[in-house]
């Protein structure tokens, strides 16, 4: 059985190179989104956040790990 949680779309404030979005799962969305603003989350999230780029939460959906892989592109 698949683990129901969170999709998340992240826009970046400002491109990083060809980066505009990030698309990620979780299962506890507020302490996924602390991560990614530490620099402990996806190693995109923290070179954008070490290059000054911050990033807002533009949609979510409810799904699974398999929900969230289409949307990587």
């Known amino acids: 059985m698949k683990r ?3 999709v ?3 826009h970046f404030q400002t ?3 060809h980066a505009r979005h ?3 799962f979780t299962t506890d969305l507020p ?3 602390d991560s990614h603003r530490n620099g402990t989350g996806a190693r995109l999230l923290g070179v954008i956040t ?3 780029i911050d990033f807002a939460l533009a949609r979510t959906w409810s799904g ?3 929900t969230e892989r289409p949307n990587k592109k």
């Open 8 to 10: 998340y779309l992240l």
């Open 64 to 66: 699974t790990r398999t």
């Open 31 to 33: 302490a996924r989104l």
């Open 15 to 17: 491109p990083y190179k």
């Open 4 to 6: 129901k949680g969170t």
């Open 22 to 24: 990030y698309v990620g």
């Open 50 to 52: 070490g290059a000054g």
